[in-house]
C-alpha cells in the first residue's frame, strides 16, 4: 500500500452533521477538532517578530538555543535530566514527525509497526504509506515478532489514558525484547486532570524510572501547539536515542525537513516561560469543569479522560447515533469510529472551544433541547 492507496480524508463524513448543528438558532457548537482557539502568548509572538530576518537557510538540527532550551524544558518539566543537545531535534510540527517516522527509519513492507488500539489516525496512516503491517495492540506482551516501531500516546488521543513510570518500563523492556524503536507521543503531559495526574506530572517514557539507565531505541514526541497555542507555527520536537536521532537528522538534512528560523526563535522562548502554560491549563480547565458535568447529566458516560484535551464519551449506542444527538442540539463532536474498531460507540468532545461556546453547549445538554 502506498498514498495512493489510502482512504478518503474521514473528517469529510463528518460535514453532514456539521451542517445539520449550525442550522441552529444560537449556533454551532462546534467540540470536533482539537484546533486551539485562545491568543498566542504575546511573549511568544514578540519573539517571532524579534526573527523575522531570516535571511539564511534554517538548521535542520536546530539553533543551539533551541536544542538547549529543549533540554532544559525535559528537566524541569518531565523529570528527564540526562539529555544533551545530541538527543533532540526539532519537527515542523507533530503530524508530519508522526507520518513519516516509519519513512525515516528506513521501513517497508514485511516490517511491523505497533499503535494503539484507540488512537489518533496517523499512527496507523504512516505504517501504511511505507507497505509496513500495521497492528493495533496496547498490550506490550501481545506486541507482535518483527516489529520495527511501537507507537504509544500518553496522555492519548483521544480517551486521555496515560501511562505510569511501571507500564512504561514494561513497554520499554518489550520493545528491546523485539529490537523496536518505542516511539512515546507525549504532547498533551501538561494537561494531567484527575487521580493521581491531578497531583503529579505525567511522566515521560525517558523518565530514568522507565528507561533503567538507557535511551537505546527510545524517542519521546511533543508539540507546542496545545500548551502554547502554536499549531499554527508547526513547533514541535523529538528527543531520546542519540543513534535513532542522529539517523532521523540526517534523513531530515536531505529532505530538507527545517523549522523556519523564526519558529525556532519562538519555540527556544515559549519553553523557557511556563507562566503561559499553567495560564492555558486553566482556560482548559474552566471548559472542562463545564462541559463534563452537562455531558453526565444529559446520559452520557466519561471513559479515561484523566488527562489529555479531551473528553471521551459515550450512550451505549452506536457513535453515529449519538452524533444525531448532539447536532440536532447543535453540537458537532468527533466520531469514535475515526479512532479505531474499539470506539464504535464513543465520540470526542475537544476543549478547545471558547468557554462561552462551551457554556452554550452545556446548557443545551442540560434542558436536553433547543
Same mark, same amino acid.
Given at each position: 500500500?502506498? =498514498?495512493?492507496?489510502?482512504?478518503?480524508?474521514?473528517?469529510?463524513?463528518?460535514?453532514?452533521?456539521?451542517?445539520?448543528?449550525?442550522?441552529?438558532?444560537?449556533?454551532?457548537?462546534?467540540?470536533?477538532?482539537?484546533?486551539?482557539?485562545?491568543?498566542?502568548?504575546?511573549?511568544?509572538?514578540?519573539?517571532?517578530?524579534?526573527?523575522?530576518?531570516?535571511?539564511?537557510?534554517?538548521?535542520?538540527?536546530?539553533?543551539?538555543?533551541?536544542?538547549?532550551?529543549?533540554?532544559?524544558?525535559?528537566?524541569?518539566?518531565?523529570?528527564?535530566?540526562?539529555?544533551?543537545?545530541?538527543?533532540?531535534?526539532?519537527?515542523?510540527?507533530?503530524?508530519?514527525?508522526?507520518?513519516?517516522?516509519?519513512?525515516?527509519?528506513?521501513?517497508?513492507?514485511?516490517?511491523?509497526?505497533?499503535?494503539?488500539?484507540?488512537?489518533?489516525?496517523?499512527?496507523e496512516v504512516g505504517a501504511r504509506v511505507v507497505g509496513a503491517t500495521a497492528v493495533a495492540?496496547?498490550?506490550?506482551?501481545?506486541?507482535?515478532?518483527?516489529?520495527?516501531?511501537?507507537?504509544?500516546?500518553?496522555?492519548?488521543?483521544?480517551?486521555?489514558?496515560?501511562?505510569?513510570?511501571?507500564?512504561?518500563?514494561?513497554?520499554?523492556?518489550?520493545?528491546?525484547?523485539?529490537?523496536?524503536?518505542?516511539?512515546?507521543?507525549?504532547?498533551?503531559?501538561?494537561?494531567?486532570?484527575?487521580?493521581?495526574?491531578?497531583?503529579?506530572? =505525567?511522566?515521560?517514557?525517558?523518565?530514568?524510572?522507565?528507561?533503567?539507565?538507557?535511551?537505546?531505541?527510545?524517542?519521546?514526541?511533543?508539540?507546542?501547539?496545545?500548551?502554547?497555542?502554536?499549531?499554527?507555527?508547526?513547533?514541535?520536537?523529538?528527543?531520546?536515542?542519540?543513534?535513532?536521532?542522529?539517523?532521523?537528522?540526517?534523513?531530515?538534512?536531505?529532505?530538507?525537513?527545517?523549522?523556519?528560523?523564526?519558529?525556532?526563535?519562538?519555540?527556544?522562548?515559549?519553553?523557557?516561560?511556563?507562566?503561559?502554560?499553567?495560564?492555558?491549563?486553566?482556560?482548559?480547565?474552566?471548559?472542562?469543569?463545564?462541559?463534563?458535568?452537562?455531558?453526565?447529566?444529559?446520559?452520557?458516560?466519561?471513559?479515561?479522560?484523566?488527562?489529555?484535551?479531551?473528553?471521551?464519551?459515550?450512550?451505549?449506542?452506536?457513535?453515529?447515533?449519538?452524533?444525531?444527538?448532539?447536532?440536532?442540539?447543535?453540537?458537532?463532536?468527533?466520531?469514535?469510529?475515526?479512532?479505531?474498531?474499539?470506539?464504535?460507540?464513543?465520540?470526542?468532545?475537544?476543549?478547545?472551544?471558547?468557554?462561552?461556546? =462551551?457554556?452554550?453547549?452545556?446548557?443545551?445538554?442540560?434542558?436536553?433541547?433547543?
Amino acid at each position: 500500500m502506498g =498514498v495512493r492507496d489510502l482512504a478518503d480524508y474521514p473528517w469529510d463524513a463528518v460535514v453532514p452533521y456539521r451542517e445539520r448543528a449550525a442550522q441552529h438558532p444560537l449556533g454551532l457548537v462546534d467540540l470536533s477538532i482539537g484546533s486551539p482557539v485562545d491568543p498566542t502568548p504575546e511573549i511568544i509572538r514578540r519573539a517571532l517578530a524579534e526573527a523575522t530576518d531570516a535571511h539564511a537557510y534554517p538548521q535542520t538540527v536546530g539553533t543551539p538555543a533551541l536544542r538547549e532550551a529543549i533540554v532544559d524544558w525535559y528537566a524541569r518539566r518531565r523529570g528527564v535530566t540526562d539529555l544533551t543537545v545530541d538527543n533532540v531535534l526539532p519537527t515542523i510540527g507533530s503530524k508530519e514527525l508522526v507520518a513519516l517516522l516509519p519513512t525515516l527509519l528506513g521501513l517497508g513492507a514485511g516490517d511491523t509497526v505497533v499503535f494503539p488500539r484507540v488512537a489518533y489516525p496517523t499512527y496507523e496512516v504512516g505504517a501504511r504509506v511505507v507497505g509496513a503491517t500495521a497492528v493495533a495492540e496496547d498490550d506490550p506482551a501481545a506486541w507482535p515478532e518483527g516489529t520495527k516501531l511501537i507507537w504509544i500516546n500518553t496522555p492519548g488521543n483521544p480517551d486521555g489514558r496515560t501511562w505510569t513510570v511501571d507500564e512504561l518500563a514494561v513497554a520499554v523492556r518489550r520493545a528491546r525484547e523485539l529490537g523496536a524503536v518505542l516511539a512515546s507521543d507525549e504532547c498533551y503531559a501538561e494537561l494531567g486532570w484527575d487521580g493521581r495526574w491531578a497531583a503529579e506530572p =505525567v511522566p515521560s517514557v525517558l523518565d530514568p524510572r522507565a528507561t533503567g539507565g538507557s535511551r537505546q531505541g527510545l524517542l519521546s514526541v511533543y508539540s507546542l501547539s496545545k500548551q502554547s497555542n502554536l499549531a499554527g507555527y508547526r513547533a514541535a520536537f523529538v528527543a531520546g536515542c542519540a543513534r535513532v536521532v542522529g539517523d532521523l537528522l540526517t534523513a531530515r538534512k536531505h529532505l530538507g525537513l527545517m523549522p523556519p528560523a523564526p519558529v525556532q526563535h519562538a519555540m527556544a522562548v515559549a519553553l523557557g516561560d511556563d507562566t503561559h502554560v499553567a495560564a492555558q491549563k486553566e482556560l482548559y480547565r474552566a471548559r472542562r469543569d463545564v462541559l463534563r458535568p452537562a455531558l453526565e447529566a444529559s446520559g452520557f458516560r466519561i471513559d479515561g479522560s484523566e488527562a489529555g484535551l479531551y473528553l471521551w464519551v459515550t450512550e451505549g449506542k452506536d457513535a453515529w447515533e449519538s452524533m444525531d444527538r448532539l447536532a440536532d442540539l447543535g453540537i458537532l463532536a468527533g466520531p469514535g469510529p475515526f479512532y479505531g474498531a474499539d470506539a464504535a460507540e464513543h465520540v470526542r468532545l475537544s476543549l478547545t472551544a471558547p468557554l462561552e461556546r =462551551v457554556t452554550e453547549g452545556a446548557r443545551r445538554l442540560h434542558t436536553g433541547n433547543l
